[in-house]
């Protein structure tokens, strides 16, 4: 299957429209974990992906507390030199390995930064980062323009290949372009939640900031075969247990849009995973998507998004279902956003 491509804003990088995210295979035992997960199938998740056409993983510092960068170096590993996809990674969260369960602390100061560079570094067993993101905004003090400069040195010195932000404001992107070039942003963006897509979606695209979002599938709920009782059989340190879209009364709103997707996926001959991915990308700015997988046969499951355009007729009929089920919050159709904001 040849997947579609975009560019990373002015990065250089080609990517394909999905990635493998690599949340879920952090494991269950810190304080987003998603329960219990066997690293022989992350590996063999990763591995199929990129075998499938995929040309980048997502992962971060603070999944499982450096755990997710290690399988993922593992994964890497086994995949030949001239194969071998983009590896994102994403620091400024940093968790206590003495307490796994307590909130990480958001932390982005320069002397941190580098430090955590380092051991991600070390943990997927690469020379250079191809995109570092500060995963969320520091809550220590720390001026961006302090944090932003260090991510400058940092590419500067070619640890790092481009440089993003992950859950940033327009103002914090504001003041980080002045001092550098932003690379590339990831927001939470999905049916659900859609509020990127009324400000940091159309600043990036007027900004030549990439854009790859996260929680398409808004961490399960939308795809084809999620129901209450696969929220009921979820472990003990699974964090969707306590998100308030897990439970009611959001829940039954947001399985009655899963459920609207299905005549689109029908017409298409594609999963209602697929159609909601295929989604996110139909936003102007929108450069790929980020897909978590724990085995091969999930990646099967939304892979086909990485070749699927949605059509206006598509776009509309979505548009209505979100007005209908009243799920989510945020602007609900790509065309008519673009129409309203020029």
């Not at 947001?254 to 594609?270: C, E, T, Y």
């Amino acid at each position: 299957m040849k997947l579609l491509t975009r560019p990373l804003g002015t990065s250089g990088l080609q990517i394909t429209q999905v990635g493998f995210g690599a949340w879920a295979i952090g494991g269950g035992d810190w304080a987003y974990g998603w329960g219990s997960q066997d690293d022989t199938d992350s590996v063999a998740a990763i591995k199929h992906a990129v075998a499938s056409g995929i040309n980048w993983v997502d992962t971060a510092a603070v999944y499982g507390l450096g755990h997710s960068e290690e399988v993922v170096g593992r994964a890497l590993h086994e995949i030949p030199a001239a194969e071998r996809p983009y590896v994102f990674t994403k620091g400024g969260q940093v968790g206590d390995p003495t307490r796994p369960f307590a909130e990480p602390q958001h932390n982005l100061r320069p002397e941190s930064i580098r430090k955590e560079v380092e051991a991600s570094l070390r943990r997927l067993g690469v020379d250079r980062i191809d995109l570092y993101q500060f995963h969320w905004p520091d809550n220590i003090g720390t001026p961006i323009e302090e944090s932003w400069g260090e991510m400058a040195r940092l590419i500067d010195e070619g640890k790092v290949r481009a440089g993003g932000v992950s859950n940033f404001d327009v103002g914090l992107l504001e003041r980080a372009e002045r001092v550098r070039h932003v690379d590339s942003l990831q927001p939470p963006f999905s049916l659900i939640h859609r509020q990127s897509g009324g400000d940091v979606i159309p600043w990036s695209a007027a900004h030549g900031t990439g854009v790859i979002v996260y929680s398409p599938m808004q961490s399960g709920i939308l795809t084809d075969s999620f129901s209450r009782e696969r929220v009921a059989r979820m472990d003990a340190n699974d964090w969707r247990r306590r998100n308030p879209e897990f439970r009611e009364p959001l829940l039954s709103r947001n399985l009655a849009l899963r459920d609207a997707l299905r005549p689109v996926a029908s017409r298409h001959g594609i999963s209602v995973s697929a159609v909601a991915i295929a989604w996110t990308l139909s936003w102007p700015g929108v450069s790929g998507a980020i897909v978590g997988a724990r085995s091969p046969q999930q990646v099967d499951g939304w892979i086909a998004a990485g070749t699927q355009t949605l059509e206006p007729r598509d776009l509309d009929e979505i548009a209505a279902a979100v007005d209908k089920t009243q799920a989510g919050t945020g602007p609900t159709h790509p065309v008519r956003e673009v129409l309203t904001a020029s």
